[in-house]
């Protein structure tokens, strides 16, 4: 599958590097070495599909060209719109019968896909509380960010990739959550928010830009034991806890799996798209229930 990479900061590079020989050009308005300037200047018969990797604001124009020329995309987290805009854009998607993929790479950290198949067993049985934690130490680089630094910050950036999580373990839930704080310590936007979903399933989360080693941790408490994980593989070493309840109480027995490995979530998720680019299919139903989510908690946040 011939693929055009649209925007080459970080992740485009990222991109460009896992698709390889599969890359037939690349699209950036300023950065050197592009072929192009604008996606529109590509010739329609020299691609199949484009990873987008542009900021937030310029996404729907792009994807809209590109799904309406019957062209695979795989998009960077978070899409953002309207509803009324990302649910043309999903009918779009879904009459070019294209593959139409937001990148959510967590959902193919080994640990995360490994709890998933424990939470579908019932090994845990009803769950009583997920707690997740995600931090990195990026507050200057957004600061020095022509781009990044607006808006509410760390919670679409952050915030976007736990409730990708949480979706993919337990599914779409109706109520909304709550914004329990947040703090511009560094940043004009939030580098620091906590918010939460009530019971009787409690989501809790945190997303900060001023952990300065970079942590992740996502522990759920259930009926009959507990599952902790404990750093992602690009932080590594990434270990999974199980354990199982003893009644009525005491010492559970528990199981403990340790992985030390390079990412393996990029390659992983490429991979997923090009099976779904010869399928076509989409997730952009899931973006319109994250957008919701933000737009909710957005809504909560206090003003700079």
């Known amino acids: 599958m011939r693929v055009v990479v649209i925007g080459l900061g970080v992740q485009g590079r990222k991109r460009r590097a896992i698709a ?17 300037k604008t996606i529109q200047e590509v010739p329609l018969d020299r691609y199949d599909a484009a990873c987008v990797c542009v900021p937030d604001a310029a996404k729907l124009p792009i994807l809209r060209h590109l799904v309406t020329h019957r062209k695979h995309v795989l998009v960077e987290k978070p899409l953002v719109g309207t509803p009324q805009e990302l649910g043309e854009l999903l009918v ?28 579908d067993s019932g090994a845990l049985g009803r769950a009583y509380l997920t707690r997740i934690f995600y931090g990195n130490g990026t507050a200057r680089d957004v600061r020095n960010s022509p781009w990044r630094d ?16 949480a979706h993919f373990l337990f599914g779409p839930r ?9 703090n511009r310590f560094e940043n004009q936007s939030p580098d620091h928010v906590t918010f939460g979903f009530a019971g009787p399933t409690v989501w ?21 034991g507990s599952a902790h994980i404990h750093c992602l593989c690009k932080w590594g070493p990434s270990t999974l806890t199980v354990r199982k309840r003893v009644f ?12 030390e490995q390079p990412d393996p979530t990029w390659q992983l998720e490429y991979d997923h798209f090009l099976a779904l680019a010869r399928t076509g299919g989409t997730n952009w139903d899931h973006d319109l229930w994250i957008g919701a989510h933000l737009d909710a908690l957005t809504a909560q946040l206090p003003p700079p």
């Open 20 to 36: 390889g020989g599969s890359v037939v050009a690349v699209v950036d308005p300023v950065a050197a070495g592009a072929d192009f």
């Open 92 to 119: 779009l998607a879904r009459q070019a019968g294209v593959a139409a993929y937001t990148a959510y790479n967590h959902r193919f950290e080994p640990h995360i896909a490994r709890l998933k198949q424990v939470l």
């Open 248 to 259: 009525p109480s005491g010492r559970p027995e528990e199981t403990v799996a340790t992985r």
């Open 174 to 182: 109706d109520d909304f959550g709550r914004i329990w704080s947040a």
């Open 150 to 165: 607006h808006g509410a910050g760390v919670l679409p950036d952050l915030g976007s990739h736990m409730l990708d999580m």
């Open 204 to 224: 809790e989360m945190e997303a900060t830009l001023l952990s300065w080693r970079n942590t992740f941790t996502l522990d759920v408490y259930g009926e009959l």
